[in-house]
């Protein structure tokens, strides 16, 4: 057994070495335990049709590992979704996963303990050196998300200010618990959330610290508070996007009367501490650059805007940097863009946006960053540098290449080369493909019987799911559900390496958006997005599956229960080890899928 350390999660990848211990195979059992909390089995999403015809631990649902175990080889296993409640605890874990067999009738047998393996790692959100990740969780469209918030939960009151009290009630469960907005807020945005509002919350701290501020959207009523708090003080500056999204005549829009409240607060009715702009077409970065006694010591970045949408409807990443140098970088953007007034042009042709900044060592990975807009050329450069990493990956020696990715387009209308090469790259055999996008050119599922590569649409509201697979909320048209932009070539290889940030990865907006890109080359960090995106691909890919799937008998009225309503719709275990056969077919990607997450890195 493999045992990955993601952001507050666990990736853990196993496998059987002999066809002896392949036969009869019911699937796999996994029990966890945190440290200070009591071991539990975690639940699979159906059961045996006759629970009573196996063997079965009285103390646990039919749904527990223990009773119904699982058909996969790899589990992602996040402490918060299903156990734990809403504040899980962290630190050394230890995960139980044990080989489940049937008898000859297709009875399952009782668990052998002597065939458990046993695995420890520390779980909670990731740093390495002076890098931190955080991610949101962009569950909305989850049972997870209905299970602690009830189907009729909303993302914020209707008609809603600006700015409104996050502590007041939002609704109730199934079980009659009530939760507030920050609760929910809090849950949903995860550690990307934790990480923004502590950045920001030490800067209102320490009077010796400001902060300079890149913000695309900005409507997150309790970040906007801190702003507002650091405008009093004349401790924050802020470069606003003023296109068409966020800036009307009328000054209605939620970024409008941002700017508004902000002036009034510094007292100072002038551009002196509040910017609007857009360079050619966007203020894309989502950026703070902290500085204490004027030098930049800190930056916060990635694709997370400070909004509701942004943090808790979209799935996204920030990264911070606690490194001086990489500050600077971000500062002198910054700088740049502030004196020149949000201009393409100027910025267009300062050395910023020609140069490639490269960091490392003293706690940094190594690490190259660009920032738009950019020339043609550069831009073209830049792109093809990531094509070329990610065509690299067909050509390793063991064949056991992977690239793993989560970006918001994969068709926008424009001729994008980036996206035209991670589009086919799920027509490739020689690699191991695994990408979610809001707007793929089609859908590609995870079919039994081939080796290409997986494309799935992170747009369910799309598809008509049956029962019991519409228990999830509509997010409707409050958002993409992806809006991450991130490649991973060569996660546990001899070159792991992840592009991520604010770009959308495509020529034009390189051009005319104000972005930045980094490439991260680190083994830590490239396992941690790789299970980001395995945790999105696998839940998409599964609502994507189900969409022709059986219908519930008798009534059509939604269920809330995930699992009963898998039992409404016909939808049990099998008996037999018929399930496990894909993972050993050359020529089914599931067999590639084992084989690569139970290697370990080179």
């Known amino acids: ?34 440290p200070g909390v009591d071991p539990y089995y975690l639940l699979n999403n159906l059961r045996f049709e006759h629970p009573g015809e196996h063997a079965q631990d009285p103390k646990e649902p039919a749904f527990s590992t ?18 734990q409640g809403l504040t899980p605890v962290y630190g050394l874990y230890t995960y139980r996963v044990t080989p489940r067999y049937f008898d000859q009738r297709g009875s399952l047998k009782p668990l052998d303990a002597g065939l458990t393996v046993e695995l420890k790692i520390e779980v909670g959100r990731y740093v390495s050196g002076h890098v931190a990740v955080g991610f949101t969780r962009g569950f909305t469209q989850s ?7 009830g189907l009729q939960a909303s993302i914020k009151p209707k008609d809603a200010p600006l700015q409104f009290d996050t502590s007041v009630v939002s609704g109730s469960n199934a079980k009659g618990d009530q939760y507030t907005y920050q609760q929910q807020y809090e849950w949903l945005g995860f550690t990307a959330r934790e990480r923004i509002f502590e950045l920001l919350q030490e800067v209102f701290d320490d009077g010796s610290l400001t902060v300079d501020v890149f913000a695309y959207d900005l409507n997150e009523p309790d970040l906007i508070a801190l702003l507002l708090g650091l405008a009093n003080v004349k401790r924050a500056r802020i470069i606003l996007d003023d296109a068409a999204l966020h800036h009307s005549a009328d000054g209605t829009k939620p970024e409008d009367q941002f700017a508004e409240l902000f002036e ?16 050619g077409r966007y203020a894309h970065d989502k950026v703070f650059v902290v500085y204490r006694d004027s030098r930049p010591v800190k930056v916060l970045t990635g694709s997370t805007n400070f ?35 949000v201009q393409k042009a100027a910025f267009a042709n300062s050395e910023l946006a020609t140069k490639v900044f490269e960091f490392g060592g003293a706690g940094i990975p190594k690490t190259s960053i660009t920032f738009s807009p950019h020339p043609e050329q550069i831009a073209t450069d830049v792109l093809n540098a990531l094509i070329q990493r990610v065509q690299a990956e067909q050509h390793v020696d063991d064949g056991m290449g992977s690239v793993l990715f989560a970006v918001m387009e994969l068709d926008a209308g424009n001729k994008n080369p980036v996206y035209e090469a991670l589009s086919k790259l799920h027509e490739s055999r020689s690699v191991f493909s695994y990408g979610i996008s809001d707007n793929p ?65 495509a020529l034009v ?35 994507d599956s189900t969409a022709k799937g059986p219908k519930a008998k008798g009534s059509s009225k939604p269920i809330a229960n995930k699992q009963q309503a898998a039992v409404s719709a016909g939808w049990f275990l099998g008996t037999d080890d018929s399930w496990a056969h894909k993972f050993f077919d050359q020529q089914d990607l599931h067999c590639r899928d084992r084989m690569l997450f139970v290697r370990t890195a080179t």
């Open 307 to 341: 909004s509701v949408t942004g943090l808790y409807v979209n799935s996204n990443h920030v990264l911070v940097f606690d490194d001086a140098g990489v500050a600077k970088a971000y500062a002198d953007v910054f700088e740049q863009a502030w004196t020149s007034d």
């Open 441 to 505: 050119p089609g859908i590609m599922l995870y079919p039994v019987g081939s080796a290409t590569g997986v494309l799935v649409t992170g747009k369910p509201i799309n598809t008509q799911l049956p029962p019991p697979f519409n228990q999830v909320p509509n997010i409707g048209g409050i958002g993409h559900q992806v809006h991450h932009k991130f490649v991973v070539c060569g996660f546990n290889g001899d070159d792991p390496t992840v592009y991520c940030g604010s770009s959308n990865l």
């Open 66 to 83: 223990i009773n119904a175990p699982l058909h996969k080889f790899r589990w992602v296993h996040v402490p918060g979704t299903v156990h």
């Open 509 to 543: 907006g390189e051009q005319v958006n104000g972005d930045n890109l980094l490439c991260i080359k680190d083994a830590g960090i490239a396992a941690v997005f790789a299970i980001e995106a395995l945790c999105l691909v696998d839940h998409f890919n599964f609502l």
């Open 143 to 149: 049972q997870a998300f209905v299970r602690h918030f």
């Open 264 to 279: 009034k607060a510094t007292g100072v009715r002038s551009a002196e501490y509040i910017k609007r702009g857009k360079f």
């Open 1 to 34: 057994m493999v045992g990955y350390r993601g952001d507050a999660k666990t990736l853990l990848a196993f496998d059987l070495l002999t066809e002896a211990s392949r036969e009869h195979l019911a699937g796999f059992s996994i029990e966890v335990a945190p």
